[in-house]
């Protein structure tokens, strides 16, 4: 994800990302309806150890697109349009940065804005970020979120070396000035350019291997001639002549080779022949890069050259048969493009299956360091191997990956098998969990430990054999066990509800009605749709007095066992309800082994008031203790349903007699 910077930060590219070597830096905004008409320049100043341009063709704007030293290419200005996102893109290459250059500032100006009277009020949303040239991935991005009222030029931001390594400064400083403003400020006082430039290109070849990205916009890239041997100040005079000019700069010699042609096509004649020398000089430079590409593995370098090389056929293909647009020499740059475009797909598809195989074979590492682990971890990871071989194996021969592709498809055919025996153990040990679990349901307690103890031996991170080791152990009696049973459960899958409510069952049948009531809430977070678990708490509520609670819960619970067609239990709730509303209700426990109830009467004896009963439950199949509810004229119970070690398998209904 991209850096997010404010006002001041500062971002070391160097450190930040150590192997960017090529970037595009944009600069965005959008404006309003009253700033449509707004001419906006974007600027960038390349200056020397003393903040100065060493020379006019350090300055890069819309009559200067590209930088000398070949490092900066500018894009095409585009026209404003309202609502919608302007930019303008620079293409940087850091390695290519004369040395003498140490920092480029980017502005953006409003053209004649006192006689419009305009200013950056109605230009928003404006940022400026740094991408990876290659890939598009943003690095670092600066959004302006300062109100300029005044302001009719804004510094964007800075890119600047220090100590060897190259950083990025968010700057956000408005000015009331214009594009002439900068250009003072930032050049040099020394009419003869004393700063010695030791970095130029040739004009004609200045920018060859930087390309604007094609994923932000076209572009637009043109060389210079070199200064003239002018007196006086020549910075000075040639940058204020190309900034007051503000148009694209055509070059003599192609202009006087266009003669009648520039009377019939004009400007969109000019762009359209400038644009097919480009692709043709990129189709020689594609030519030469082939038999590379044709032994690459880099996946990154395949997809750049992949991309281009489409992009360049295409442009090829479009070049008109008219004299001076090198009509012919598209054809011949045709026949030796148009047959690698085959060779070089299937090395990158090659290429693109060694990564994604690789990348999914240290998932599938990962996934089960520190065993042992549950069955779907162990299937997850057989699917990880399974799905890198098949990449592996769909790699063609004769591609520059395929020996290391069959070098590591041996290894991951053997790791697969490694984890196809854990596999199998791990199912092993689920069959032994699901006997257990039948085994509950039909009253086998001892054959049901059993068969859980041998899961977990093979396997003791089963929740369901804990939840039903913990169900078991509340049947023999033994509650403290099945609450040990219950936590190792849920150690294992926090959101395993059942454990959560055979937990509180047990800690109310050892007198612990608080923690009863939290476990319950604790199975309805899991699953809001748990009636039984509202249900119980309900049933404590009312024997603690808190009815309006109690009401409210079995309230619930009957709503949700009416939707979920459960007659028995939503009769079972209604009839709680009514119970616990009597103005004269108590709670009373009844110890159903001496037949005593808490007020030394017999059990059921009393006047019309619900008795609320836990006693050891003795339904086939449920999982641990009842909550019974009785009055003088019905006997009727909370239970829970019966429950195999599965959190899927479905409780069954309760009944409402005993």
Known sequence: MAMQLSKGERFNISKEAPDLKKMAIALGWQVTEAGQSYDIDVSAFMLGADGKVPNDKYFIFYNNLQSCDGSVLQSIPEKNNRGQENKTIYGVILEKINPQIDEITFAVTI??????????????????????????????????????????????????????EWKF??????????????????????????????????????????????WELEVESEPEPEPSGETGNPLRSQINTQVNARSRKIPLALAATLGVLVLATGAVGFAFMRSGNETLQQAKILAVDTQNAAQATDVNLL?????????????????PNFPGF??????????????????????????????????????????????????????????????????????????????????????????????????????????????????????DVPGAIANFNQALGLNPNIPQAYLGLGIASSKQGNKQQAISHYDRALQLNPNLAEAYFGRGQAYYELGNKQKAIGNYEQAIRVNPNYGLA??????????????????????????????????????????????????TAQAVICDYQRNIDSLGRACGSSLNVPIIIRRKSAIAGSNSDSTDVKSNSSEQKISPASSDSSSTRTRSRRRSKR
């Open 303 to 319: 997809r750049s050259f992949d991309k281009r090389l489409k992009e360049t056929i295409a442009n090829l293909e479009k070049i």
């Open 534 to 583: 509202y249900l119980e708490r309900g049933a404590i509520r009312c024997m603690l007095g808190t009815k309006s609670q109690a009401v409210a819960d079995f309230n619930q619970a009957g709503e949700l066992f009416s939707k979920q067609g459960d007659g028995n239990n939503y009769q079972l709730a209604k009839n709680f309800i009514n119970e616990c509303q009597e103005p």
């Open 326 to 443: 090198g009509y012919q020499q598209a054809r011949a740059d045709l026949l030796k493009l148009s047959p690698i475009l085959v060779p070089v797909a299937r090395n990158l598809q090659g290429a693109e299956n060694l990564e994604k195989a690789q990348k999914l074979a240290m998932e599938a590492a990962v996934l089960v360091q520190k065993p042992p682990h549950p069955m779907e971890v162990w299937h997850q990871c057989q699917s990880k191997w399974q799905q890198a071989i098949g990449l592996l194996e769909a790699i063609e021969s004769g591609t520059p990956v395929y020996n290391l592709a069959q070098n590591k498809l041996s290894s991951y055919r053997a790791n697969s098998a490694i984890i196809g025996q854990r596999v199998a153990i791990a199912q092993k040990a689920t069959n032994f969990s699901n006997q257990g679990s039948l085994k509950i349901q039909k009253g």
């Open 111 to 164: 053209h004649e804005a006192e006689k419009i009277n305009a200013n950056f009020s109605n230009i928003k949303s404006a940022f400026i970020k740094i991408c990876n040239l290659d890939t598009g991935i943003e690095i670092v991005r600066y959004e302006l979120k300062e109100n300029f009222l005044r302001e009719t030029a804004v510094e964007f931001g800075r890119l600047y070396r220090k100590n060897g």
């Open 169 to 214: 400064q968010a700057v956000g400083q408005g000015y009331q000035a214009r594009l002439q403003s900068f250009v003072d400020k930032y050049r040099s006082g020394n009419s003869n350019n004393l700063a010695p430039i030791t970095n130029e290109l040739a004009a004609g070849t200045a920018a060859d291997d930087l390309q604007l990205p094609a």
